[in-house]
């Protein structure tokens, strides 16, 4: 049985060939992000760019999938390359270790992609990514909000502007308006968040309590749903049912 048997069941020949032939930016590999990379190699995508400047630390280790004790240290970007490698050996890989904001936007060139994912946390960059896409006409899906909430069935995909409860969608529903940006495609939780009820160790042996909590489900249940969007917007196949 072939990488991609189940997959093709499902799909069709046509589809898996219009995957292999698709290129994917992932901005973010994290939480999120680190699981729409897993899935989009498992689905056949042809190329990805994955674009981050973290490395992995041992606090990733509670949910991010490229988080193991033997990566720890390493540059996320890095460690996506190679665990897409052994998925998935065909995929071409380009690991950019920069942070993706004003100073770094001429770094990338949106008109290079069949699909572009937002997996990052900064608003700015955010915004920058929505705007750079939608300037280049490549579809773009955004993910909102995935800290402080324990319940993965409360994520929704939908358009920006149809989006409630999630703090950071409702910052980027005004800042698009501002930008004239009128429809955006994005996974967003439903769940009210939920406060820490200790606040996380800092570096400097301090205690801080902006730093969000985190669980092992709702961001890699909000980056396999991201995934699937790219792959049915990619194929045009959906189940109407």
């Known amino acids: 049985m072939s990488r991609f048997e189940r997959t093709q069941m499902l799909l069709g020949e046509a589809a898996m060939k ?3 032939s698709s290129r994917v930016a992932v901005f973010g590999a994290g939480g999120v992000g680190g699981y729409v990379i ?4 498992r689905s056949g995508i042809g190329a990805l760019d994955i674009i981050d400047h973290d490395t992995v630390s041992e606090s990733n280790l509670n949910r991010q999938i490229l988080a193991t004790s033997e990566t720890v240290g390493q540059y996320k970007v890095d460690a996506a390359k190679q665990r897409v490698s052994i998925i998935n050996p065909e995929c071409r890989v ?10 770094t936007e001429k770094e990338i060139s949106f008109t290079d992609y069949d699909y572009v994912v937002d997996a990052i946390d900064t608003v700015t960059g955010k915004l920058l990514i929505v705007q750079n896409a939608k300037n280049a006409g490549v579809p773009v899906i955004s993910a909102m909000g995935t800290g402080n909430k324990l319940d993965p069935s409360k994520l ?3 358009d920006i502007y149809d989006t409630s409860v999630c703090p950071l969608a ?3 529903r005004n800042e698009l308006r501002k930008r004239n940006i009128d429809s955006l495609k994005v996974v967003y939780s439903e769940e009210k968040a939920m406060k820490p009820v200790e606040p996380a ?3 400097d042996g301090s205690t801080r309590r902006d730093i969000p909590g985190s669980t092992a489900f709702v961001p890699s249940a909000a980056g396999l ?3 699937s969007e790219v ?7 959906r189940n109407e049912e």
């Not at 897993?38 to 190699?41: F, K, P, Q, S, T």
């Not at 792959?231 to 196949?237: M, Q, R, V």
């Open 231 to 237: 792959i049915k917007d990619l194929t045009g196949i």
């Open 225 to 227: 749903i991201i995934a």
């Open 201 to 203: 160790d800092s570096t």
């Open 38 to 41: 897993e899935a989009l190699a």
């Open 18 to 20: 219009k995957l292999a």
């Open 156 to 158: 929704k995909v939908a």
């Open 94 to 103: 380009n690991a950019l270790k920069l942070f993706y904001l004003p100073d």
């Open 170 to 172: 409702r910052i980027m």
